[in-house]
């Protein structure tokens, strides 16, 4: 079920990270979840079942701007348009976006399956300033996931996001890493952004059998390097 759209503000820590020791769940105690990978991901940042996501921001956020990557060309933002597909060239990925919103108790909702991904409505939408959010699973209890290859991206990639109103944002990788868990980089995921920004963020590292999830988190960060008009579909 949607989250309440109320609570968007771009370019802010979404209106969640008041609940600091609430975590974003992705996959985590979800039915139908894998218990374990069904198989071992591309080593890169060795990405693995989105099982648990990176916990929610704290309200300690620095309300320091961060400043605009050097190599951005000054690409002017755009404004708020529900996402509808993701395109990751190098890694073979086209998906379409479903919305996420928030569960009663302050987690995030998850796609229910495998595929597709999600984007999290409470976060800036992808173009507007701000850090926009995207979620997906890497592997399922059926197999590989949408973002089983995402450990695999790399600085200078192209990441495409094709909007409702019919433009396309296109963001350039600038780096990507693998956090574990308890050391997740918030304000870097969700901090304030003088500028458009995506993140897309799944699990990674060894599967812990006993907690039931994967350790690490794998995020891609990226900015708007171009707009467009979306190509139209044959």
Known sequence: MPGPRSSRRPGRAPAWCAAASVALVLGAAVPGC?????????????????SSAPPAPATSLSPSVSPTP??????????????????????GVTTTLMELGLRADGSME???????????????????????????????SDGPGVFYRLGEVQPGDEVTVIREDGSAAVFRVSRAGRYPKDAFPTAEV???LDHAALRLITCGGTFDRAAGHYRDNVVV?????????????P
Request: hydrophobic letters at 40%.
């Open 34 to 50: 894998a218990a374990e990978p069904s198989a071992p991901p591309a080593d890169a940042a060795s990405p693995a079942e989105a």
């Open 221 to 233: 960060f990226a900015e708007l390097a171009a707009t467009r008009a979306a190509a139209a579909q």
């Open 70 to 91: 050097s190599w951005i060309t000054g690409e002017p933002p755009l404004g708020p348009s529900t996402p509808v597909e993701l395109q990751i060239p190098s890694i």
């Open 190 to 192: 969700y901090g304030d």
């Open 110 to 140: 998850v796609p229910p399956g495998g595929f597709p991904a999600g984007w999290y409505s409470g976060a800036p939408t992808p173009g507007e300033v701000g850090p926009a959010i995207l979620a997906g699973h890497v592997d399922w």
